[in-house]
C-alpha cells in the first residue's frame, strides 16, 4: 500500500508561481510512475503531468512550458513546480501513482492523494 500526502497549494495571483510537493511512503517509490492530476469544480479530474519510473516526462498541453514535474527517488517525494500561473489553473491537484508506465488516464492510477487547492487570482 501506498500513501500519497500533498502539500504546497494555496493562494497565488496571475504569474505567480507555487511548488506542489508530494511525499509518499510504501513500497519502492523509484518503481512507480507519479502524475498530477486536477479538478476544477463541476468539471472532470484532467492530467496535469506525469514522470515515469523510466524517466520520461509528459505534460498536458495546457501547462506545457508553465509546469515542471520532478521527483527525488531518495526524498520518495515528486514536486510540480507551476510557473506563470494563469487563473484557469484554479482547481484541487492530486498527486498519483501507479506501478507501471505512465499514462494519462486517472483511472489507471492506484493510489491517490487527498489533494491540494490551488486558487489563483486575476
Known amino acids: 500500500q501506498v500513501q500519497l500526502v500533498e502539500s504546497g497549494g494555496g493562494l497565488a495571483q496571475a504569474g505567480g508561481s507555487l511548488r506542489l510537493s508530494c511525499a509518499a511512503s510504501?513500497?519502492?517509490?523509484?518503481?512507480?510512475?507519479m502524475g498530477w492530476f486536477r479538478q476544477a469544480p463541476g468539471k472532470e479530474r484532467e492530467f496535469v503531468a506525469y514522470?515515469?519510473?523510466?524517466?520520461?516526462?509528459i505534460y498536458a498541453d495546457s501547462v506545457k512550458g508553465r509546469f515542471t514535474i520532478s521527483r527525488d527517488n531518495a526524498k520518495n517525494t515528486v514536486y510540480l513546480q507551476m510557473n506563470s500561473l494563469k487563473p484557469e489553473d484554479t482547481a484541487v491537484y492530486y498527486c498519483?501513482?501507479?506501478?507501471?508506465?505512465?499514462?494519462?488516464?486517472?483511472?489507471?492510477?492506484?493510489?491517490w492523494g487527498q489533494g491540494t487547492q490551488v486558487t489563483v487570482s486575476s
Open positions: 498519483a501513482a501507479r506501478t507501471k508506465w505512465g499514462t494519462l488516464s486517472a483511472r489507471d492510477y492506484e493510489y
Open positions: 510504501g513500497r519502492t517509490f523509484s518503481t512507480y510512475t
Open positions: 514522470s515515469s519510473y523510466t524517466g520520461g516526462r
